[in-house]
């Protein structure tokens, strides 16, 4: 029997976060690690404490939004916002720090992850946003999709 490597496990981990998303569109699942601790998990969905779309429906489904454009229309953050807003929460670092996350930043995600001092970026599905890939290019961190 051979083991899994890191990558694949930790991706594995994004995957079952993934599973608690509340997003009607597209389930999302991200985690941070460094020095091969788990720092902070996060999914897409609503703020804590207020209604999910699985509950009222998806408002960019109702307004014919497509995927990748318009996100300040939307309840839900992004599993990579989350993980840093429970990293902030907790008192933890991500500077140094690789993330793993079901699918590849968006823009607004990437530019958040940069000023993080995230190191590295781990995805499974690609998305739409060149000028995030550029961004992430200038600012020299590693972006790689995962098989």
């Not at 694949?8 to 699942?29: D, F, P, Q």
């Amino acid at each position: 029997m051979e083991r899994i490597s890191w990558d694949e496990y930790y991706m594995e981990i994004a995957k079952l976060v993934a599973k608690r998303s509340t997003c009607l569109r597209r389930k999302v699942g991200a985690i941070a690690v460094k020095d091969k601790r788990i720092l902070a998990t996060g999914y897409n969905g609503a703020p804590t404490g207020l209604t999910h779309c699985l509950d009222i429906g998806c408002l960019r489904e109702q307004l014919n939004i497509p995927s990748g454009e318009r996100h300040e229309l939307c309840r839900g953050l992004h599993a990579e916002q989350n993980v840093i807003i429970q990293a902030a929460l907790h008192g933890v670092s991500l500077k140094g720090a690789s993330l793993y996350c079901t699918t590849q930043p968006c823009l607004i995600c990437t530019k958040m992850l940069i000023n993080c001092g995230i190191k590295a970026i781990y995805f499974a599905e690609g998305y739409p946003d060149e000028l995030a890939v550029e961004m992430l290019k200038e600012a020299k961190i590693k972006f790689k999709k995962l098989k």
